[in-house]
């Protein structure tokens, strides 16, 4: 019963930070990769950033430069820390893990960065 779970979302001042966290347990298999996505109320989902297991990272053009993904292997943990926050960052925070056979999403951590 493999289990996705985001946190370290809230309210923040534009130009605060933000480091959100992506717990993963239950898995029998490797992780391959981790991607952030975000969807704000009336908007599709994007992708944020990424990670894989080779250590691999990638952060799209809006959050380049602020945004940066990690992992800690011995916690089975991703993080997104966000910084420079901006009020268009605003959205529900969701992390996706690639095990191989299946991708597994969490609940989504909210991300709110007022003006």
């Known amino acids: 019963q493999v289990q996705v779970v985001e946190s370290g979302g809230g309210l923040v001042q534009a130009g605060g930070s933000l480091r959100l966290s992506c717990a993963v347990s239950?898995?029998?298999?490797?992780?391959?990769?981790i991607g952030w996505y975000r969807q704000a109320p009336g908007k599709q989902r994007e992708l944020v950033a990424t990670?894989?297991?080779?250590?691999?990272?990638m952060q799209v053009d809006s959050v380049k430069g602020r945004f940066f993904i990690s992992a800690d292997n011995a916690k089975n943990t991703a993080y997104l820390q966000m910084n420079s926050l901006k009020p268009e960052d605003t959205a529900l925070y969701y992390c996706?893990?690639?095990?191989?056979?299946?991708?597994?999403w969490g609940r989504g951590t909210q991300v709110t960065v007022s003006s």
């Open positions: 996706n893990i690639g095990l191989g056979i299946a991708n597994y």
């Open positions: 239950g898995s029998t298999f490797s992780i391959k990769a």
């Open positions: 990670i894989t297991s080779g250590g691999n990272t």
